[in-house]
């Protein structure tokens, strides 16, 4: 069984959806019921892989000493640097693991959604580091980790807005347009992977049949929509389901396809992945150069910001040379935006004018499909490091 992609899935789910229905409606609080489900989708999910759910449990054991350790030692050690740093990147060390486990036989801690349960733990560490998070109950950190409409493929949520969430109790009134807009977002995003990526996969063929310029064109559209309606249907169907169960979990896309420019397209693409990384590393770095005059132009640490940020969104993906590929070359359409958008007359005299917008548009469009034709590569890493080997020697 697997999220959101099996009638046993659906069937299990409908079951579980109906008493947080009742309890919605007659004002009781969620959170204990919600956090119940989770615990025995999980079990289900990951019945038939044991070793998976295994390397969850070790996962959670793991992040909670960290967690809990840090919460007594910022009490105690205040704003330490190198406490702070020492306990981020532990976090990350089974993510890590996990990713590296493509390249070896030992898949250690190679289990669905631990990329984005890493980013929610990583969070938690950041905002102790700040003061803004002073303490948090286990049950807290169980139910916001394991939720389990979000925990396969996101959105990534953030621990306060969650706990905002589980903590209020809404009016009848209230709950009603919860689940309504819940059970619409639902449908759509079956829509929108069942029948539209479905057709789109159906049409996209191999990369390797690909023996022209009309047949590569076809490819890369195909592609790329067929990624939007898979992800952005998952997406959709989790925040549906999330709200049935009283979360307002972020939406994850809006209308990306008509993004004017890279920047207006990663505010509305993966948008709490991108947020996450704009709040948690791309700010961060910035004011940590800023505040120690590391680089003399504003301009150039913005560029090495973008960089850095996009960088780490492809190795988070995995760390597939074309997953890096793909980051990079966001991070390089960024930068270029950003000296553009800081350094041209011309931009500053059009920017706002129908047409500059729609061949802004234009452009735009056909550059992210060809990122999106990168990302799709990574499966054939061996075979594009064979030729590169082949070409050089």
Known sequence: MSFFGSLEFFIWFTLLAFPAIILGLFQKPLRYYSFFASVFMLALVFGEAKKQLAFLVLFLF?????????????????????????????????????????????????????????????????????????????????????????????????????????DAIPSRKEYLNLLGTGLQKLFLGAVYKFVVSSFLFSKLGDVTGITGCSSLIKYIYTYGFFLFFDFAGYSLMAVGASYIFGIKTPDNFNKPFLSVDVRD?????????????????????????????????????????????????????????????????????????????????????????????????????????????????????????????????
């Not at 030992?106 to 289990?111: D, E, G, P, T, V």
């Not at 960088?311 to 074309?322: A, D, E, Q």
């Open 265 to 393: 397209f990663w505010n509305r693409w993966h948008i709490t992945l991108s947020h996450w990384l704009r709040d948690f590393v791309f700010s961060r770095f910035i004011m940590n150069c800023m505040r120690k005059k590391w680089f003399s132009s504003r301009l150039l640490t913005a560029v090495l910001g973008l960089m850095l940020n996009m960088l780490i969104m492809g190795l988070w993906h995995g760390f597939s040379l074309c997953y890096v590929l793909y980051g990079v070359y966001h991070g390089v359409l960024l930068s270029v935006f950003e000296i553009y958008q800081k350094k041209s007359k011309f931009y500053k005299n059009n920017k706002n004018k129908f047409i500059y917008k729609l061949a802004s548009w234009f452009i735009t469009i056909n550059l992210v499909m060809i990122g999106f034709m990168i990302f799709s590569l990574a499966s054939y890493d061996k075979v594009i490091l064979s030729w590169i080997y082949q070409k050089l020697t």
């Open 62 to 166: 793991f992040e909670l000493i960290l967690i809990k350790l840090y919460l007594y030692l910022r009490r105690l050690e205040g704003k330490n640097k190198f406490l702070y740093v020492l306990f981020v990147l532990s976090s990350i060390f089974p993510l890590f693991f996990a990713k590296i486990s493509v390249f070896s036989d030992i898949k250690l801690f190679s289990f669905i959604g631990i990329s984005y349960l890493t980013f929610k733990i990583v969070q938690i560490i950041l905002e102790i580091y700040d003061g803004i998070i002073k303490q948090i109950s286990l049950f807290e950190l169980l139910n916001f980790i394991l939720f389990f409409p979000t925990l396969s493929s996101g959105p990534i949520d953030r621990s306060r807005r969650f706990k905002k969430d589980t």
